[in-house]
């Protein structure tokens, strides 16, 4: 007997869904609404926010295209984070409920969704021994120790994100290390 593992995305994208698009600084929901649906972001970038009590926004995660958007919603009543459009985009809507009854009906849908978790969980540790870092050269090399990737010339905005530091402080870093 062959075992085909599918991923949470391709499960999901069997589920009935709608489309939506979002404008740039357009607001998903908010913190404190009622959850009643899961939202896989297509196309675009959208952003999950925190503020603390000075105002200063925290980003909880930044959804790429294929990527489940406030996955741990799917066990809460109420969103615990702002979800905006930090650029164009377009999401799939899925009901949570039709979701739920497809876990219901088949394990491998709660043994993808438990492997994505634990994927997230595995990238929050890993940014986290990123962060504690003091250095932007400390940064840079735990990044790359973990797998960040390549460093390529229209990427360099996207690490300085990743890494928690500004572009010009990365490009900094770089410079000194070509001389």
């Known amino acids: 007997m062959i075992t085909i593992m599918f991923g949470l995305i391709e499960i999901l994208d069997g589920l009935p869904h709608q489309i939506m698009a979002l404008k740039a600084g357009e607001t998903l ?23 603390d009590a000075e105002g200063r926004e925290a980003v909880m995660q930044r959804a790429g295209p294929e990527t489940l958007l406030a996955e741990s919603s799917i066990f809460s009543e109420v969103y615990h984070c702002n979800a905006v ?7 799939a809507v899925i009901a949570r409920a039709d979701f739920r009854r497809a876990a219901d009906a088949d394990p491998r849908t709660m043994e993808a969704i438990a492997r994505h978790l634990a994927r ?42 990743e890494i928690g530091v500004t572009p010009e402080a990365l490009y900094r870093e770089l410079n000194k290390h070509r001389r």
């Open 29 to 51: 929901f908010h913190l404190g609404d009622r959850v009643s649906q899961l939202y896989v972001v297509r196309a675009g970038d959208v952003h999950l926010l925190r503020y």
């Open 85 to 91: 459009a930090a650029a164009p985009s377009e999401l």
């Open 120 to 161: 997230e969980v595995q990238r929050a540790r890993a940014r986290l021994e990123i962060l504690s870092k003091k250095t932007v050269r400390e940064r840079l090399d735990t990044w790359s120790t973990l797998g960040g990737g390549e460093l390529q010339r229209g990427s360099m905005v996207a690490v300085a994100r």
